[in-house]
């Protein structure tokens, strides 16, 4: 739900092409018929909603002719739910006097509707031995990466990950570390502030934090790896987190300002320790990352830094093919007109851009 960017929709809707208008949910689509027409093979995706915009997000595709993509690569499964519990008590929480209160049950919850929806068995059945995982909320996810899935690949990893350098120790992002030798993840509200503040000094001298490492949520899969973690029902441990929840207090619908509740989610990440092989591939910031989570007040995370970060992307793309651009225009680059900076080289260029310009075909 876009609730945090004042959007009152499924957040896959937000439209977040600064020229364009198109929807993040868009940015994937277009990754995909790009990656098809490259590639010469109909690549499918996989979409997983939750209870609450299940039936919008279905809507919003069909209304726009699933955008170019074809029935039989399109799927949507829905990831189940947990009931809220009142935080001093623990005590189930009721939205109405016959409804619990009820939330999703975190990321970690694809495993499970991945085993439910059949998309697992379909999977093999069509012989798909990898599957790659994003989410919505990063338009420059590097879907399909092929660094990413030939490193994942060529080590058979059962799991395979892309990190960024933390800009901060209080980041808030998960921390990719070892433990006992095995690739694990601590997230952000869960690692001790004076761990996460620790430093090394690096070979050239420089201080650096000692758990550098990000999870940024891009992961490729061993498809027969999730089939096995898929029948073990304890795979995934559920962690609390403390909400803000509405419920019916004194037989009255509240709506506290404090955390009330908590939830309980799974991380998908918890599947690291069972994993045999576990690669770890790190990326620039810039090309990777450019997240749209708070609200346009914050300093981090908005739909003005991804937009902002987007477009000094396409810049240096545009740059470095010797194209003049004029520091104040805003650019868009549709993944179908190019994926990355080698196949905009392959494009006939203007020589120089002074205007806003969206390059799409």
């Not at 020229?19 to 499918?44: H, M, N, W």
């Not at 030939?150 to 799991?159: P, Y």
């Not at 045999?276 to 990352?289: I, L």
């Amino acid at each position: 739900q876009g609730t945090r960017l004042g959007f009152d929709h499924p957040k896959g809707m937000y439209p977040i092409g600064e020229l364009s208008e198109r929807s993040l949910f868009q940015f994937v689509t277009d990754k995909i018929k790009a990656l098809s027409s490259k590639y010469g093979y109909c690549v499918p995706l996989f979409i997983m909603t939750s209870p609450p915009v299940h039936d919008d997000t279905v809507k919003f595709f069909v209304e726009n002719s699933n955008f170019g993509l074809s029935e039989d690569q399109l799927f949507f499964f829905c990831q189940g739910t947990m009931p809220a519990v009142d935080q001093t008590n623990g005590k189930i929480l009721m939205q109405s006097k016959s409804e619990l209160c009820l939330s999703p049950n975190g990321h970690g919850g694809m495993l499970s509707a991945l085993k439910d929806s059949g998309i697992l068995v379909w999977c093999r059945e069509h012989n798909i031995s990898t599957l790659f995982y994003s989410q919505i909320d990063n338009p420059l996810s590097q879907i399909g990466d092929p660094l990413l899935l030939g490193v994942h690949r060529l080590s058979d990893a059962d799991v395979s990950m892309q990190v960024i350098e933390k800009q901060h120790a209080d980041d808030r992002t998960g921390n990719v570390v070892l433990i006992d030798d095995i690739t694990q993840m601590i997230e952000y509200s869960e690692m001790p502030g004076e761990l996460a503040a620790q430093t090394t000094t690096n070979t050239n001298g420089e201080e650096k934090l000692r758990f550098w490492a990000s999870n940024i949520a891009v992961h490729t899969f061993s498809t027969d790896f999730l089939l096995r973690m898929s029948e073990d029902a304890d795979a995934l441990p559920f962690h609390l987190a403390a909400k803000t929840v509405r419920c019916l207090e004194n037989g009255e619908l509240v709506s506290p300002t404090v955390p009330n509740a908590y939830k309980f989610e799974q991380f998908i990440f918890d599947l690291l320790p069972h994993a045999q092989n576990t690669m770890v591939v790190e990326v620039e910031r810039s090309v990777a990352f450019a997240p749209v989570k708070n609200a346009p007040e914050a300093t981090f995370s908005t739909v003005a830094t991804s937009r902002a970060t987007m477009n000094e992307l396409y810049h240096r793309w545009l740059t470095e093919t010797g194209c003049k651009v004029n520091d104040s225009a805003v650019v868009e680059i549709n993944a179908r007109f190019a994926l990355d900076q080698a196949q905009l080289q392959l494009r006939e260029l203007p020589e120089q851009i002074d205007a806003d310009t969206y390059f799409q075909l």
